[in-house]
């Protein structure tokens, strides 16, 4: 909220509400609005959690030494998360975490199944997404039971999937 004083009698207020839209992992969630900024510790006891995919990768002490830097990385994990979130038909995701070395990994909600995305350029991102609609479609619900990992690599073709199962 901003306040000023217009004289002789009035007061303008200026408010400003912060939606969050993921959460973040930095010695604790705090709640992360579209800018990639976490404005808010997040409280379990209030439910403000409920929904929100939880956002790892980046520690207190990158985010404290490098807050640009770390924006930047929250704002392309949030990039990652909404282009997910345009298909119905994904699962959900409970974590998204970002690895300077390993790049973007999904964790679904529901079994924690993983799906590493590695380190797309631009543009790649999408088509990694469609390997993984296909892969994902193209299974029954025995194997969807068992699958655990999927990994869609860099340097390979993007529409290459490989699937880990339980018990492999």
Known sequence: ?????????RLEIDLRE?????????????LLDIEGTPFKRASTAAEELDGLCIITGISRE????DPDKSR???????GALHSFQTNPERPQLGELH??????????????AI?????????????????????????????????????RI???????RVTIAFAGN
């Open 114 to 150: 993983a799906i590493h995305l590695g380190s797309p350029e631009d543009g790649e991102l999408d088509d990694r997404f469609h390997a993984f609609d296909s892969a994902w479609q193209a299974l029954d619900d025995e194997e969807l039971a068992a699958a655990r990992v999927f």
């Open 98 to 111: 970002l690895d300077e070395r390993h790049g973007l990994t999904l964790i679904t909600y529901q079994d």
């Open 62 to 65: 990158m985010y404290l030494a």
């Open 18 to 30: 912060r939606g969050a839209v993921a959460a973040v992992e930095l010695d604790g969630l705090y």
């Open 153 to 159: 690599a860099d340097h390979t073709p993007s529409d």
């Open 72 to 78: 930047e990385l929250l704002r392309h994990g949030l």
């Open 1 to 9: 909220a901003d306040v000023s004083r217009s004289l002789p009698n």
